[in-house]
């Protein structure tokens, strides 16, 4: 059963990509076609243009190349080592990094109410709420105050996209920055969308917080509006490990073999 998850998950991991990346990779195909097209009609004319089309073909392919070798590496993620996690002591073991990480320009302020433990990947959230905090930066330009709350909540069936009723831990992410427009937010989640300059984001961030919080359980919610601000929040269900069943877990988890 466990296989057969990962399965599903696999395949609705795919399907995002494809419907996000397969217009670029069209693209990078048109221009190695067209540069081999063109070559072949020079064939008999002056060597230099003929290479020029053939170093335009290279080009496109060499980008495709590295568009598929950065989609196997998504596509083989770390698997989850869940374990039983209070969500607000994670938070405040990473606030030093995270005020080391984001300069000092940016307030970081912590409000860790409620109790809920989560069962998660503690590194997976760590990785999740440093993705969230940088992203945060990047919308405030390096300035202004960033708040991260954890909090216990309650939710009816359906409140929360397609998550069923019970206990919740929600960890938000609150940042004054730039805020997405109604488009970036319809589209921030799909791998390899960025609205960054070209070395400075990826497109993978969120993304990859939604693949985390789905294959925890879990779900991502974004309230944002563009001048005053994000908050991105973190839906994580509550743990309903009970605690002898800790104590008889090994201290690895279920780590899948092969
Ligand atoms: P990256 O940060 O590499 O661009 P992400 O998947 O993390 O990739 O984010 C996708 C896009 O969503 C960003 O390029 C940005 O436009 C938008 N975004 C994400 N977080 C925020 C935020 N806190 N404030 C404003 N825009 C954001």
Known sequence: AEAQLRQIQKMEA???LTGGIAHDFNNMLAVVVGGID???RRIGGPKREILQHLNNAMDGAT???ALTRRLLGFARAEPLLPEQTDPGELVRGITDLLDRTLGERIQVRVETNGSWPVYVDPH????????MAVNARDAMEGEGMLTIATSDVALDDGELGGLPGGDYVRIAVADQGCGMSEEVQRRAFEPFFTTKEVGKGT???LSQIFGFARSSGGEVKIDSAVGVGTVVSL???RSLVLPEEVRRQPAVASRPSG
């Open 124 to 131: 997976q959230l760590e990785n999740a709420l440093l993705n």
């Open 63 to 65: 980008r495709a190349a």
């Open 38 to 40: 063109l070559a072949k």
């Open 14 to 16: 795919v399907g995002q």
């Open 235 to 237: 839906f994580l269900p």
């Open 203 to 205: 497109g993978l961030g």
